[in-house]
Nanobody
Framework: QVQVVDSGGGSVPPGGSLTLSCAAY????????MGWYRQAPGKPREFVAR???????TYATSVKGRFTISRGNAKNTATLQLDSLKPEDTGVYYC??????????????WGQGTQVNVSS
């Protein structure tokens, strides 16, 4: 079994910053990528950022230059730094891990989501 746990989030005014964290636990053979999606009220879930085992991270156009994703020294963790936040960044942020489980093979695993509110 694999579990992805995300944390962080909160409420900030426009221009503020937040840090989201994510960790994967369990019967992990390898982690191919970690990242985040988000979902605003009444809208579909959308891609935010992704970091793989090699190559540069990828970002949604709407967050490029403001958000930074990184992997931790413990390779089962990732962090998303959210800077220069805008009201349109408000939503539930879901961490995911593209993970090779020891017996089940590759699959995407999702965290429970954390709320980010940006308002004055």
């Amino acid at each position: 079994q694999v579990q992805v746990v995300d944390s962080g989030g909160g409420s900030v005014p426009p221009g503020g910053s937040l840090t989201l964290s994510c960790a994967a636990y369990g019967s992990i053979f390898s982690i191919n990528a970690m990242g985040w999606y988000r979902q605003a009220p009444g809208k579909p879930r959308e891609f935010v950022a992704r970091i793989g085992r090699g190559g540069p991270p990828t970002y949604a156009t709407s967050v490029k230059g403001r958000f930074t994703i990184s992997r931790g020294n413990a390779k089962n963790t990732a962090t998303l730094q959210l800077d220069s936040l805008k009201p349109e960044d408000t939503g539930v942020y879901y961490c995911f891990g593209s993970i090779d489980e020891v017996t089940e093979g590759p699959a995407d695993y999702w965290g429970q989501g954390t709320q980010v509110n940006v308002s004055s």
